[in-house]
């Protein structure tokens, strides 16, 4: 990208979030937030399929043989394989007003790594800042009983313009036999932060920012086999629209993050268990 395009999608980037200034147009109205709630119980019944048996656990094994065989040899490379994914319902897409609904599949291969191993490498948040620098900067667990968890983290997004959040999620880990394991993640509660790591530091109000994050489900499926632990991730978040007249440029920008924070998080977890294998 040349200069003057990296100016220019800055540009318009920032004219979409000053947008965001007014609760009005940042704060998810409650269409908003039915149809994205509509679309994450649509997302959950076809997982619920999997975790009862009736459809393949790892997605890739719900492929045709020949491609399978050839996501599965990219995989044992060390290969990150992601994928959009969408839900319909009656025959077409759900439509999300004022928001965009953010759907990406990936899939990893931590080759030599047990699924204890890697459900202790996630849980393990405190770690998260050096484990996935610098998407993650602070990280703590607030409460856990058992096997389900409450932690905060402070996360950073940089696509020519930064953003920093702060993060509460519900976690909770669901041991499926000795090979197999279901992680499912929802945000609780998520501010945008003003003036990091400044005396001025301040969340704006949740709800009335720029809209970069309204919500964030994760759901992972882990498996042992092969001489390793498969981890297939789904993340489903929600972003305030596009304005009028900036999604030629701007939405390719604001949908390209989810994809990639997808992947680096995948890759960062896999380097982490090769590392501990040495």
């Given at each position: 990208?040349?200069?003057?395009?990296?100016?220019?999608?800055?540009?318009?980037?920032?004219?979409?979030?000053?947008?965001?200034?007014?609760?009005?147009?940042?704060?998810?109205?409650?269409?908003?937030?039915?149809?994205?709630?509509?679309?994450?119980?649509?997302?959950?019944?076809?997982?619920?399929?999997?975790?009862?048996?009736?459809?393949?656990?790892?997605?890739?094994?719900?492929?045709?043989?020949?491609?399978?065989?050839?996501?599965?040899?990219?995989?044992?490379?060390?290969?990150?394989?992601?994928?959009?994914?969408?839900?319909?319902?009656?025959?077409?897409?759900?439509?999300?007003?004022?928001?965009?609904?953010?759907?990406?599949?990936?899939?990893?291969?931590?080759?030599?790594?047990?699924?204890?191993?890697?459900?202790?490498?996630m849980q393990a948040y405190e770690r998260y800042p050096q484990m996935y620098r610098p998407t993650v900067r602070r990280a703590?667990?607030?409460?856990r009983t058992g096997d389900r968890f409450n932690v905060s983290m402070q996360l950073f997004m940089k696509k020519v313009i930064s953003v920093i959040l702060n993060v509460d999620y519900d976690i909770h880990y669901v041991r499926i036999?000795?090979?197999?394991?279901?992680?499912?993640?929802?945000?609780?509660?998520?501010?945008?932060?003003?003036?990091?790591?400044?005396?001025?530091?301040?969340?704006?109000?949740?709800?009335?920012?720029?809209?970069?994050?309204?919500?964030?489900?994760?759901?992972?499926?882990?498996?042992?086999?092969?001489?390793?632990?498969?981890?297939?991730?789904?993340?489903?978040?929600?972003?305030?629209?596009?304005?009028?007249?900036?999604?030629?440029?701007?939405?390719?920008?604001?949908?390209?993050?989810?994809?990639?924070?997808?992947?680096?998080?995948?890759?960062?977890?896999?380097?982490?268990?090769?590392?501990?294998?040495?």
């Amino acid at each position: 990208m040349t200069r003057i395009a990296v100016k220019a999608v800055a540009g318009c980037a920032a004219i979409w979030i000053a947008c965001g200034s007014g609760v009005s147009a940042a704060e998810p109205g409650v269409r908003t937030l039915e149809a994205f709630d509509r679309y994450v119980r649509l997302t959950e019944a076809r997982m619920e399929r999997r975790l009862g048996g009736t459809a393949p656990f790892l997605q890739v094994d719900s492929l045709p043989e020949s491609q399978r065989a050839a996501v599965l040899a990219r995989l044992r490379t060390g290969e990150v394989v992601v994928d959009r994914s969408e839900i319909g319902e009656a025959g077409s897409t759900i439509d999300i007003p004022a928001g965009i609904c953010h759907d990406w599949s990936g899939t990893v291969f931590a080759a030599g790594a047990h699924l204890a191993q890697t459900i202790g490498v996630m849980q393990a948040y405190e770690r998260y800042p050096q484990m996935y620098r610098p998407t993650v900067r602070r990280a703590r667990t607030l409460s856990r009983t058992g096997d389900r968890f409450n932690v905060s983290m402070q996360l950073f997004m940089k696509k020519v313009i930064s953003v920093i959040l702060n993060v509460d999620y519900d976690i909770h880990y669901v041991r499926i036999g000795p090979t197999r394991a279901y992680v499912r993640s929802s945000s609780t509660r998520i501010a945008e932060v003003q003036n990091a790591d400044t005396p001025n530091e301040r969340e704006k109000a949740v709800g009335q920012d720029s809209g970069f994050l309204w919500r964030f489900n994760n759901y992972c499926f882990l498996e042992e086999r092969d001489r390793g632990t498969y981890i297939e991730c789904e993340s489903v978040s929600l972003s305030r629209d596009i304005p009028s007249g900036l999604g030629w440029l701007v939405k390719p920008f604001v949908t390209s993050v989810p994809r990639e924070s997808l992947e680096f998080t995948l890759t960062a977890l896999r380097a982490t268990l090769l590392k501990a294998e040495d």
